[in-house]
């Protein structure tokens, strides 16, 4: 006869307690083995006495460190790089005790002097009445994946510095020359300060490409964006290609008189150069034509205007000849 299902029940026999216990001792070693032979670091921390109750094994290889000298938060503490430990402590100290779960990154002290990126994911386990009863977690290495983002953040910094460099001269280009300028406008504005711009152009340059061919010419430009650097005062004066054969100069804190000095600087080097020009109208070397401009910026809107004015000017000394410079209606 076949038993009911309370029978069936009442008649089970139940292992005996020393089974149960044996089983559940197995299942822990199986636990505690999974944990021990993964890269990432398991570790507990009482809460109520700050201490490890537990760190794998694995702290060792990764920073020297004896498993068994991880006593105290203060160990933790410890063995994070001056740089981040202040931050790294207090956020995580704040997030345990708002019962928040939460991750770190830090470099974590080696044992031989060294740092390793340590990425620290924390659970904050709590009590039946809701406090914090311990924080359970795992290190992992990310050591590689910083490396990683540092070459990544470099490459990127590469890019950019290539975007805002001109590709045959090596200088600024126009879109450099755009953020420096606005800068440069607004900084003049806020200060009350006078700001002065140099346009310069190379005379004859189509004359110069003609006779000489469009790699001379390519070369000739390379020539004279550094020389045009030697005229440059200090880390504040800013030099850019404007643009074929054009290159602009912005002086900030620089009055009239003190640019057109830039200005005849900028004569003098091209001429002690001595580029030879043979179709030139202007002489047997190369030469520039300058427009020059100086204000007190007033308002945002009037920088184009600035610029439209400068460029004006140069033309004007193209018509009076070239080799010289405007730095006044004329």
């Known amino acids: 006869m076949v038993a009911s299902g309370w029978e069936y029940q009442a008649t089970r026999r139940e292992p005996p307690m020393s089974e149960t216990i044996e089983k559940l001792e197995e299942e822990g070693m199986v636990y505690k083995t999974l944990l021990e032979s993964t890269k990432a670091i398991p570790w507990r921390i009482q809460w109520d006495t700050l201490s490890f109750s537990y760190i794998g094994p694995q702290i ?28 790294a402590v207090n956020f995580c100290v704040a997030q345990s005790k708002a019962g928040v779960d939460h991750e770190a990154d830090y470099r974590a002290l080696c044992k031989d002097g060294g740092y390793v990126w340590i990425r620290d994911v924390v659970h904050v386990v709590r009590k039946a009445d809701g406090s914090v009863d311990a924080l359970v977690g795992f290190m992992f290495d990310i050591s590689e994946r910083k490396r990683t983002e540092q070459r990544l953040l470099e490459l990127q910094r590469e890019l950019e510095t290539l975007s805002f460099k001109d590709g045959l001269t090596g200088i600024a280009n126009r879109r450099r020359f755009d953020t420096v300028f606005q800068e440069e406008w607004d900084g003049a504005r806020r200060s009350g300060r006078p700001l002065s711009l140099l346009v310069l152009d190379i005379d004859y340059f189509k004359q110069y490409n003609d006779h000489y061919g469009h790699v001379q010419g390519d070369y000739c430009l390379k020539v004279v964006a550094k020389t045009l650097e030697k005229a440059i005062r200090g880390p504040r004066d800013f ?92």
């Open 239 to 330: 030099l850019a290609r404007f643009g074929g054969e054009e290159f602009v100069l912005v002086l900030p804190d620089t009055d009239a008189a003190t640019a057109a000095q830039v200005a005849e600087r900028c004569h003098e080097l091209i001429r002690t150069e001595w580029i030879p020009h043979e179709r030139s109208l202007a002489g047997m070397a190369l030469t520039l034509s300058i427009g020059a401009g100086t204000v007190v910026p007033m308002a945002l809107d009037e920088r184009q205007a600035f610029l439209e004015l400068v460029d004006r000017r140069l033309y004007s000394a193209k018509l009076r000849g070239r080799n010289t410079t405007v730095s006044g209606e004329q």
């Open 60 to 87: 060792e290889e990764l920073l020297g460190w004896a498993p068994d000298s991880w006593v105290s938060v203060q160990d933790w503490a410890d063995r994070i790089h001056p740089e981040d430990r202040d931050w």
